[in-house]
Nanobody
Framework: QVQLVESGGGLVQAGGSLRLSCAAS????????MGWYRQAPGKQRELVAT???????NYADSVKGRFTISRDNAKNTVYLEMNTLKPEDTAVYYC???????WGQGTQVTVSS
């Protein structure tokens, strides 16, 4: 059974940083592309960043230069380092295993102004 478990969310002031983690189980992690998405209240879920099996990354324009996605295949974990956070980054952040189309339960990130 494929499972994704996110952690690392919380409340932070604008300009601060957070690091999200997503631990995967039940898959051969190193051959699966992974992504982070977010959903703010009243809005559709949107792409934040993706990382391929080879480490190629892609970012939404709104987070370029502030967020960094990375993966540790030895730990079956994908990370999202978020810096210079803004109130508009407030959302529930979800991890996604592309090839399995499986989602984690989400972790709340709240940025206060």
């Amino acid at each position: 059974q494929v499972q994704l478990v996110e952690s690392g969310g919380g409340l932070v002031q604008a300009g601060g940083s957070l690091r999200l983690s997503c631990a995967a189980s039940g898959i051969i992690f190193r051959i699966v592309a992974m992504g982070w998405y977010r959903q703010a209240p009243g809005k559709q879920r949107e792409l934040v960043a993706t990382i391929s099996t080879g480490g190629r990354t892609n970012y939404a324009d709104s987070v370029k230069g502030r967020f960094t996605i990375s993966r540790d295949n030895a730990k079956n974990t994908v990370y999202l380092e978020m810096n210079t956070l803004k109130p508009e980054d407030t959302a529930v952040y979800y991890c996604h295993a592309t090839d399995y189309d499986v989602w984690g339960q989400g972790t709340q990130v709240t940025v206060s102004s």
